[in-house]
C-alpha cells in the first residue's frame, strides 16, 4: 500500500479493461495513457496497475493495491483471500455454466452408472463446491487451455466453464445444462486501505455507484 | 556432493541469528511495556485438550493428536481460551482485577502469505476482572504504549462492537435464519452478498440503507454523532471508551461500525490494529464477557494479541517508507518524477 493519500487500483487486463477504464474515465481518472500503451503496466501519475483478472485480488489482498476491480467468477475461485467485495460494477456480464455436448446427457448417465462423473474446468473450487452443494460425487480435472476440447475426445462428460455469448460452446456442439452463477465485475478493497483510506474509498465507491 | 533437503511443515519457518535479534528488540520492548503496566508473564502449554480448547469458542485447532490414553489433544489457536482456562482454576478466589500478560506461538491452518504462518508468535494482554468502559480503554492505552515502543510511527486502531450488528438485527425483528445469512454476508467482508440478502428480506427501505450503511461507517469521532435508534446503545458504550482515552491514545482511533473479528466469543468493544505498511492487521482483541463464565469464573475481561512477524514487517515497511518520502524525487511506485 503506497502510504500517500491517492488510492493505487488494479485494472483487470483483457475481457474487463475496456468496461473498466470506460468507468474510470467517466469518474474522472484519465485513463488515456493506459489504452494506448499496451505494455506498460504500471502507471504511477494515476495510481493505475493493470494484470491479469486472477491476479487482482492477489495484489489488493497484500495491499500492492488499494482497490481493484475483477470479476465474481475470479473471486469465487477464490473464496480465502482477505478482502472487501464493495460494489457490483454490473458490466462484463457472463454465467458460470456446467455443460456437456448435445443429446442425452452423458454426466447423468456416468452419475447413474459409475457413480461419478468427471468434469474439465479452469475453475477447481469453484467446481468442487458445486458439486458438493447439489451431492453428486465428480472427478474435477483441471485443464489450462480450451476447455471445450476435454468432452469432444471423451477426457470428461463435462465442464464448469465461463460463457458470455455461448458462441464458443454451440461452435463445439456443447449445450448449457445448469448455470452455477451469473457474473459480473466487482469492486474489491484492501482491508487495511479500507480503513486507513476510507475517505477515498467511499468517494470513489459513491462516484462508480451514481454511473 | 548434493546437499541434503530436510522439509519443514508448511506455514512454519525457521528463524535465523540476524532476523532474530530483530524480533528480540521487538518483544524485550514490548515485554517491557508490559511489565511496567503491571501484566505479570505466563506460560502455558501449547498443547491442551481439545475439549477445553472447545469450551472457549476460540478459532477452530488445526493440529490434532492423541495422547497415549486416547484423549484428543490440539494445538491452541490463541492465548485467550488457555488464559481463561488458566485464570479459572488457579486463581478460583483472586480479587480481581487480574492481569496476565503472554509471548507464545499459536497454530492455525491458514493458507500461509506474507506475515501469517501457521505457527505464528504473539505478544498479548489479558485484563480479566475489569469491566467496560475503563478496562477496554486500559486495553487500548497499554497496545498503544506497546505499538510506541516497538517503534511504529504510522498506525492505527479501529475500534467498533461486536454486538452492534446482531442487536440491530434483533431490533429489527429480524428472524434468526436470515440474521445469520447477513452475518455471514458481514465476516466475509462481501456488501454486494449483504444488499443481496436484504434485498430478499422485503424490510421497507429506510431499514435496508441502515442494515447497509451502518457497517460501512468509519472515521473518526464525528461519524458516531448521527448514531440514533437500535444502535444508540453500542455507540455509546464505544463513545464511553474512548472519552476515557489519553489524547495520544485517542488520535489513534478510527472508529469502524462493521469492524467484526473472527473469533466467536467477543461480546462487546472489538478492535485492530492497522499500519499503512501492511496489508494486514498487525493484531487485535476486544471484550469477552461470557468467555470466563464458560470455565466457571464469571468475570467481564478483555484483551488483545500483536503478531510479531506482522510488527516486524510493519517496521521494516515504515523505515522503507521514511527513507522514501527523505528523497521526494522518488513516488511510491519507485519510480522516478519528473
Not at chain 2, 34 to 55: I, K, M, N, Q, S
Not at chain 2, 277 to 302: H, S, T
Not at chain 2, 323 to 333: I, Q
Request: charged share 25%.
Amino acid at each position: 500500500m503506497s502510504t500517500t493519500g491517492a488510492l493505487t487500483i488494479a485494472v483487470p487486463r483483457g475481457a474487463l479493461m475496456k468496461g473498466t477504464l470506460d468507468r474510470l474515465d467517466a469518474i474522472g481518472i484519465d485513463t488515456r495513457e493506459v489504452r494506448t500503451n499496451d505494455r506498460k503496466l504500471l502507471f504511477a501519475d494515476i495510481g493505475v496497475v493493470t494484470m491479469r483478472p486472477s491476479d487482482v485480488p492477489t495484489y489488493v489482498e497484500a495491499g500492492a493495491a488499494d482497490v481493484g476491480i475483477t470479476g465474481k467468477d475470479v473471486l469465487t475461485e477464490q473464496p480465502e483471500r482477505e478482502i472487501y467485495e464493495l460494489l457490483d460494477l454490473d458490466y462484463g456480464m457472463c454465467r458460470m455454466i456446467l455443460a456437456t455436448v448435445d443429446g442425452p446427457d452423458p454426466s447423468a448417465e456416468a452419475l447413474r452408472r459409475l457413480g461419478v462423473m468427471r468434469v474439465a474446468t479452469k475453475y477447481y473450487k469453484t467446481a468442487a463446491a458445486y458439486f458438493e452443494r447439489t451431492g453428486r460425487q465428480a472427478e474435477i480435472v483441471e485443464v489450462k487451455g480450451s476447455v471445450e476440447l476435454a468432452p469432444l475426445t471423451g477426457l470428461v462428460e463435462a465442464i464448469v466453464d465461463l460463457t458470455a455469448t455461448g458462441t464458443t460452446l454451440a461452435e463445439n456442439n456443447l449445450v448449457i445444462r445448469e448455470e452455477l452463477f451469473a457474473s459480473t465485475a466487482r469492486l474489491i478493497a484492501n482491508p487495511v486501505a479500507h480503513k486507513l483510506k476510507a475517505a477515498a474509498i467511499d468517494e470513489m465507491l459513491e462516484k462508480l455507484r451514481a454511473l | 556432493m548434493r546437499p541434503q533437503i530436510h522439509p519443514i511443515p508448511s506455514g512454519t519457518r525457521d528463524v535465523l541469528p540476524d532476523e532474530m535479534r530483530e524480533l528480540r528488540d521487538i518483544t524485550e520492548a514490548i515485554r517491557a511495556v508490559f511489565e511496567l503496566d503491571g501484566y505479570g508473564e505466563v506460560w502455558t502449554p501449547a498443547l491442551e485438550y481439545e475439549e477445553v480448547l472447545g469450551r472457549g469458542g476460540g478459532a477452530p485447532p488445526a493440529y490434532r493428536v492423541f495422547d497415549d490414553h486416547g484423549e484428543v489433544l490440539a494445538l491452541r489457536t490463541d492465548m485467550t481460551v488457555p488464559i481463561a482456562r488458566l485464570v479459572a482454576t488457579r486463581y478460583q478466589s483472586a480479587e480481581p482485577p487480574l492481569k496476565f500478560c503472554y509471548f507464545a506461538h499459536a497454530y492455525r491452518g491458514v493458507r500461509p502469505h506474507r506475515g501469517q504462518m501457521r505457527e505464528f508468535l504473539q505478544a498479548g494482554i489479558e485484563l480479566v476482572g475489569a469491566p467496560a468502559p475503563h478496562g477496554t480503554a486500559e486495553a487500548l492505552s497499554v497496545a498503544c504504549h506497546a505499538l510506541d515502543a516497538v517503534g511504529l510511527r504510522d498506525y492505527r486502531i479501529g475500534l467498533g462492537d461486536a454486538s452492534l450488528y446482531p442487536t440491530l438485527l434483533r431490533s429489527l425483528g429480524i428472524a434468526q435464519q436470515a440474521g445469520k445469512a447477513l452475518m455471514d454476508a458481514l465476516v466475509a467482508r462481501d456488501f454486494v452478498a449483504l444488499q443481496h440478502e436484504l434485498g430478499k428480506l422485503g424490510l421497507g427501505d429506510a431499514d435496508t440503507e441502515l442494515l447497509l450503511r451502518v457497517p460501512q461507517v468509519r472515521g473518526g469521532p464525528e461519524v458516531l454523532a448521527d448514531a440514533e435508534g437500535p444502535v444508540a446503545g453500542a455507540v455509546a458504550g464505544l463513545r464511553g471508551v474512548y472519552d476515557r482515552l489519553a489524547p495520544e491514545v485517542a488520535q489513534r482511533v478510527i472508529f469502524d461500525l462493521g469492524l467484526i473479528r473472527k473469533m466467536g466469543y467477543y461480546t462487546g468493544a472489538v478492535f485492530d490494529v492497522y499500519d499503512p505498511a501492511l496489508g494486514a492487521p498487525l493484531g487485535g482483541g476486544g471484550r469477552y464477557d461470557d468467555l470466563l463464565g464458560r470455565f466457571g469464573r464469571p468475570l467481564p475481561a478483555v484483551g488483545f494479541a500483536l503478531t510479531i512477524d506482522r510488527l516486524h514487517i510493519a517496521l521494516t515497511g515504515e523505515e522503507k517508507a521514511a527513507a522514501l518520502a527523505r528523497e521526494p524525487a522518488v513516488d511510491a511506485f519507485g519510480g522516478v518524477q519528473s
